[in-house]
């Protein structure tokens, strides 16, 4: 098999079945086996944009974690103002994957660390916490994580409410104190603040480290939830989708190499065809393929270049955003420890475009599909909506 585009055939067929899991995750005789889980948020509808004060917002789910302080006003023109002070943190790879005591406890000590550099060490805040991973709430400010994803391990956690993980971290050090208020993973947290700008906003995105997306869910469709009336954000946390074997036929032997040297073999499938922690790893496979096939570097591949991880995901997006004199491809090549001719040059983006876009097209299925089941249950045969989409991907990508 090789890599060739995506049909648009096949691609409804991914939306459709995507469409025909999120209502299975959704009901509760199916819920248990479903793919994609549809976790209920607790967050009914979207804020008013009324709550002032400051607030201390943490954010933990792919390399870095940030503390930030948030300060929100009133303001006469625009009934909002939004003061920010951030500090990021790289988690160090033993707190990812050591125990979850030690990684709540960093996040403690990091915490700490933010507030006196602010002065702010004396003042209990209240503390909202992106957090971004599946988790079964059983209220906005209460959940257990389900699984890690994207390369987090830390043993003792799954299974634990990850709020009372925080808080018992935060009473170790006994130094500070926080009004620990929500959770919320972070493509709700993308669609709440999309919301402050656009009224339309209900639908959450993230193509970064990981992949996943929320959406407003009629209430009553929710069953894992009690009420009827009104919405829920639902993190539909589809990076798990093609779990029960939905995307057999799409995946490649090059999927199947990177899915079975991951920290979690046969878990996240679709996220693995789309997201960041993915995506340089899958071209470093192709290319290694090509090499063995004496199509590329005259068959020689360099030590880096066969060590996993070793091709970086912004290197697709640096690749891509060549201007066409090849430099920058000719670098990123030569750091790598190859040497390469023009010819290699054009290969290797050809290899880098081929599996962005067909992440590109597998992600745009799944948002086919969620946007398609929110106007099939409003009865409507056009919907308006604007999608919040954040991330490093999304991002830093060129196209
Ligand atoms: C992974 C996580 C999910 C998160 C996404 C993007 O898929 O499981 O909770 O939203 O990455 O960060």
Redo the contacts with the bound molecule.
């Keep these: 098999m090789c890599f060739s585009r995506l049909k648009k055939e096949q691609l409804k067929e991914v939306m459709k079945r995507m469409m025909r899991e999120m209502d299975r995750g959704l009901r509760v005789e199916t819920h248990q086996e479903s793919s994609v889980k549809m976790l209920p948020t607790y967050v009914y509808s979207t804020p008013e944009g009324s709550e002032v004060g400051d607030f201390l917002a943490l954010d933990l ?2 390399t870095n974690f940030r503390v930030m302080l948030v300060k929100v006003g009133e303001d006469e023109e625009r009934g909002w103002k939004v003061e920010t002070k951030h500090q990021m943190y790289s988690i160090p790879e033993d707190a990812m994957t050591g125990t979850a005591e030690m990684l709540f406890d960093y996040i403690a000590e990091c915490i700490s660390d933010f507030l006196d550099r602010h002065h702010i060490k004396h003042r209990k805040l209240p503390l909202g916490f992106t957090f ?4 079964r709430h059983e209220d906005i400010d209460k959940g257990i994580l389900l699984n890690w ?2 390369g987090f391990k830390a043993s003792g956690a799954e299974g634990n409410n990850v709020v009372g993980l925080l808080r018992d971290a935060i009473k170790r050090r006994g130094d500070f104190e926080m009004d620990v208020v929500a959770m919320v ?3 709700v947290a993308t669609m709440i603040s999309c919301y402050y700008e656009d009224r339309s906003c209900e639908v959450g995105m ?1 193509v ?5 997306a929320c959406y407003m869910e009629e209430m009553r469709t929710v069953e894992l939830v009690e009420g009827e009336e009104g919405r829920m954000c639902v ?1 539909t ?1 589809w ?2 989708f093609g779990a029960n074997g939905e995307l057999e036929e799409f995946r490649l032997e090059y999927d199947r190499v990177v899915d079975e040297t991951s920290l979690n073999p046969g878990q ?1 499938l679709y ?1 693995k065809l789309i ?1 960041g922690k993915y995506m340089g790893e899958l071209v470093r496979v192709v290319l290694l393929k090509l090499v063995n096939e004496e199509l590329l570097f005259n068959g020689e591949a360099s030590d880096l270049l066969k060590t996993r991880g070793s091709f970086e995901t912004r290197y697709v997006s640096q690749i891509e955003s060549d201007s066409g004199d090849r430099k920058q491809i000719y670098n990123i090549l030569s750091t790598l420890g190859v040497l390469p001719s023009e010819m290699d040059c054009d290969i290797v983006r050809l290899a880098c475009e081929s599996v962005s876009t067909r992440a590109a097209h597998m992600c745009g299925a799944g948002l086919a599909a969620v946007i398609n089941r929110m106007r099939e249950r409003r009865s409507q045969e056009v919907l308006k909506i604007t999608v919040g989409v954040d ?1 490093s991907v999304y991002k830093l990508h060129p196209w």
């Design positions: 789910g792919g971004s991973f599946p988790v994803t994207k993973n972070d493509t993230i970064g480290t990981g992949c996943n993190n946390e990076g798990a996240q996220e997201s991330g």
